[in-house]
Every structure is written in C-alpha cells, then in structure tokens.
C-alpha cells in the first residue's frame, strides 16, 4: 500500500518527535518532523499530508503551564488550517506534551491539571480502551508504556458523559499513576479521528524496550496504536 504522510509537528522544547517518527515508520507512514515555525510558513504542508502527531516533551519550557504556550501558538498561526485538517477527517494525535496542547487549542474536551501526588512521574503504566469512537484505539489490546510528566491529571466537569459520548477511548488500569478523573488516559473528539493521551506509546513498539523484557514480560506494544492510525488514514 501507499504510506501516509504524516506530520509529526514539532517545537522548541519538544523531545519525542524522533521517537513518533520512528513508530510511524515501523506502523507504515512516511513521517516528516516539521517544526511550528516551518507550518506557519508553509501551511499547505498540512494540507499534503493524510496523518497529525503533537510530539511530546516540554515545548516553551512549559511557561504558563505544560503546552499553554504551544497551544496559543498553534491556534494563532495554522487555527483555521488546523481546523480544516480535523474537518476533512485526517487522524490526528497529540501525546503528553501534545494532549496538552490539544485541550488547549479546543481540539479535545477536558483540561490536564498537575498529578495528585504534586510532582513529576515517570513510570510504566497499563492502558485498556474501552468502546469509543475512537479510530486509533479500535480493538485495540491493552499496552504497556511509560508515562513521563508533571501535568497529567485528566479534568472533566462530567466524565460519565463523556464516556456515554463514546470519547473515553484509553483508561489506566490497575494503578491511576496521577489522579485522572475516572481513570482516563486518554479522550479523543466527537468524530473519533483525533486523540489525545498522556503516556508515550511511541516509547515502547520494541520489545526490548520494556524494562522487563529480558524476563519475557514485555506487555502489549504501543505500535499497535500507530498501526490503526495508519491503517485508518489509508483506508480513508
């Protein structure tokens, strides 16, 4: 088949753009890391590609709060090509540093506060997705990958809603690692072709990247949430 093109954006402060572009490659997308300020020169770039990543890290250095500065930035310089990308029905994903700044700019509902413990996390967590609309977590196993932030914790005035809606697409399962209300990892939009989520699957779609994996407990891949975004964006 055709690979997708997909956009993994990038921006200063941004760490895990390589990380992404190596998943979507193994997943089978043509990945190209452009830079915020190479978009908002150029916007049509968006317009020639079918896939969206919002790479995690800590862009701005998290001034005014992890992805705030990101977020206007991005609505102020591509928000209606952004916003045309989603309406034509293009998968896109925003990780960490990425949900962040997807809440931030409308894209997905909520708000990511700081995790109940007061400090920054890293470790390994177990993601389940329930029945959602989601196109990137259909049939999706449970997988196993490492989260890494300070910010974490999913707000939502109403979750019980939003999972009768059909936008809870991940949970945590067996351990909520920052308080996020009713478990949730990660939500995607209305139309189910954008998600956002906090732990970093494109951290572990090797198995020898699991810190276990020398005893053969690797857990489920987080490759196989790229795989469906990909597999979406081809078949569209």
């Known amino acids: 088949m055709n690979a997708p093109c997909a956009v993994v954006l990038a921006a200063p402060g941004t760490n895990r753009d390589h990380d992404v572009a190596f998943a979507l490659g193994l997943a089978g997308?043509?990945?190209?890391?452009?830079?915020?300020?190479?978009?908002?020169a150029e916007?049509?770039?968006l317009q020639r590609a079918q896939m969206l990543v919002v790479a995690g890290g800590f862009?701005?250095?998290d001034a005014l709060g992890a992805g705030r500065m990101w977020s206007l930035a991005l609505s102020h310089g591509v928000g209606d090509s952004l916003t045309a990308f989603v309406a034509g029905g293009n998968p896109v994903i925003g990780i960490c540093n990425g949900f962040q700044v997807l809440t931030g700019t409308g894209l997905l509902p909520g708000a990511l506060g700081h995790n109940a413990s007061g400090h920054f996390q890293c470790e390994w967590v177990r993601l389940e997705a329930p029945a959602s609309r989601c196109v990137w977590t259909r049939d999706l196993a449970p997988v196993e990958c490492p989260i890494a932030h300070g910010e974490g914790r999913y707000v939502h005035a109403d979750p019980a809603a939003l999972a009768a809606a059909g936008q809870v697409a991940l949970r945590y399962a067996g351990h909520n690692p920052n308080g996020s209300v009713d478990d949730i990892a990660g939500v995607c939009d209305p139309t189910g072709v954008v998600l956002g989520l906090m732990p970093h699957p494109e951290n572990h779609v090797l198995a020898r990247q699991h810190p276990r994996h020398v005893r053969g407990a690797v857990g489920g891949l987080g490759l196989a949430l790229f795989e469906q975004g990909v597999r979406y964006a081809h078949e569209r």
């Not at 997308?29 to 908002?40: D, P, Q, T, Y």
């Open 29 to 40: 997308a043509e990945a190209r890391i452009v830079l915020l300020a190479e978009l908002v």
């Open 43 to 45: 916007p049509t770039l």
């Open 59 to 61: 862009s701005y250095a």
